[in-house]
Nanobody
């Protein structure tokens, strides 16, 4: 199983970015997907998640600015970020809770490689 994230970059405060993360491999089901971020000197923290049902959760500081969505057919999760602030600067990691199609069909959380988002003031 692999998670490939893309879409990070450098943007000015107030700008927008869209992150994508595609899941590939021997997948039986994807139970939830989400985004975490790790700022310099800080621990990795949850940004948002989206369940297979479509229900979403957001960290308080990104509500109304970030929107998570998923294309189930493509096993891809997106993060649309608007009104970016310097404090959003971090490495963003996608994550997914996946049941593989290989016996004994284990369910585990997988992580992407991280994509850098830098917001300049």
């Amino acid at each position: 199983v692999q998670l490939q994230a893309s879409g990070g970059g450098l943007v000015q405060a107030g700008g927008s970015l869209r992150l994508s993360c595609e899941v590939s491999g021997s997948i039986l089901s994807v139970d939830d997907m989400g985004w975490y971020r790790q700022a310099p000197g800080k621990e990795r923290a949850l940004v948002t998640t989206i369940a297979r049902s479509g229900s979403t959760k957001y960290e308080d500081s990104v509500k109304a600015r970030f929107t998570v969505s998923a294309d189930v057919a493509k096993n891809t999760v997106y993060l649309q970020m608007i009104s970016l602030k310097p404090e959003d600067t971090a490495v963003y990691y996608c994550s997914a809770l996946i049941t593989t199609s290989l016996r004994p069909f284990p369910t585990s959380r997988y992580w992407g490689q991280g994509t850098q988002v830098t917001v300049s003031s």
